[in-house]
């Protein structure tokens, strides 16, 4: 798994509570979409990237499209504070496997990941 996320804290939190499951490995963690997706150019291995859906420069929505396009088989889930009615579907749209609010809970999104990731990924 990848992080995307360009709060600080947020970032850490992330870290810290995926970090403590087992079946998931965090391979990196980058504070915005332009590092993303300098991970993947540079042939970095990971099944899932968990962005966050509004950073500053390029925004999850436009990197989910861009790495759809190089990575069909990349799994993304994003996370947002705006209304989930009204981001999920464009985050949808543009090949976001996923949008979650970042008001939920860290079980949502674990069983959204565990739901999405096939058996032995390296997520």
Do not use: H
């Amino acid at each position: 798994m990848i992080i995307a996320e360009d709060l600080p804290i947020v970032r850490e939190l992330l870290c810290k509570l995926l970090g403590m499951e087992k079946s998931l490995e965090i391979v990196s963690v980058v504070a915005d979409a332009e590092s993303a997706l300098q991970l993947f150019a540079g042939a970095l291995q990971a099944d899932l990237l968990l962005t966050d859906l509004q950073m500053d420069g390029m925004n999850g929505i436009e990197l989910a499209a861009r790495l759809r396009r190089d990575f069909p088989s990349l799994l993304i889930v994003m996370l947002t504070f705006f209304p989930i009615e009204i981001a999920a579907p464009k985050a949808l749209a543009t090949g976001a496997d996923a949008c979650l609010s970042k008001d939920g809970d860290l079980d949502e999104l674990l069983a959204v990941i565990r739901r999405l990731s096939p058996p032995g990924a390296v997520c």
